[in-house]
């Protein structure tokens, strides 16, 4: 039951990044600026709470299952999509968008679209965890949604892995 919830609610989160990344890439391939900023922050806001919850409870739990070099290329992922987010951020502040910023900006987000189906993946491996591990990081998610931090903000906060610009 705790691991069903567990995988709705999870999925969810995955759904509202996913569209949001689809709908970012639509606003630039019509180089609209100002429709940009509004879903560069609704990604900001969503991922700041996930991203928390994922790096300091749910990835640390499925190192039973993983090798440590797999929650690493998570984490990998996860600094594109900080380093994307920042990137996108100046991209939206420019008079005009060039076609070579909408560009090099549409391939950032495309990249990080298989981050988000594979890691919507991680539910069916959540489900051999203990009844323990799931409402602990079910109690996280509820914390750091609680807590409210944008992406940005945790990142320059809370998140104590160095994180290089890429």
């Known amino acids: 039951m705790l691991a069903s919830q567990f995988t709705q609610v999870f999925r969810e989160e995955h759904r509202k990044l996913r569209d949001?990344?689809?709908?970012?890439?639509?606003?630039?391939?019509?180089?609209?600026?100002?429709?940009?900023r509004p879903l560069?922050?609704?990604?900001?806001?969503?991922?700041?709470?996930?991203?928390?919850?994922?790096?300091e409870v749910l990835y640390p739990a499925l190192l039973?299952?993983?090798?440590?070099?797999?929650?690493?290329?998570?984490?990998?992922d996860h600094d594109w999509a900080i380093a994307t987010v920042?990137?996108?951020?100046?991209?939206?502040?420019?008079?005009r968008l060039s076609d070579d910023d909408c560009q090099l900006a549409i391939r950032r987000v495309q990249n990080m679209l298989p981050h988000i189906s594979d890691c919507d993946g991680l539910s069916i491996m959540v489900e051999r965890l203990?009844?323990?591990e799931i409402q602990s990081i079910?109690?996280?998610?509820?914390?750091?949604?609680?807590?409210?931090?944008?992406?940005?903000?945790?990142?320059?906060r809370v998140r104590k892995r160095v994180h290089v610009p890429l």
């Open 20 to 36: 949001s990344y689809l709908d970012i890439i639509n606003v630039l391939q019509k180089r609209d600026g100002v429709a940009l």
């Open 40 to 55: 560069i922050q609704q990604v900001n806001l969503c991922a700041g709470p996930h991203f928390r919850y994922e790096e």
């Open 64 to 76: 039973t299952l993983y090798a440590r070099d797999y929650i690493e290329i998570l984490l990998m």
């Open 86 to 95: 920042r990137k996108l951020i100046l991209v939206s502040h420019q008079d």
């Open 130 to 132: 203990s009844s323990s």
């Open 138 to 156: 079910m109690d996280a998610r509820g914390w750091s949604l609680q807590e409210g931090m944008d992406l940005l903000q945790w990142v320059d």
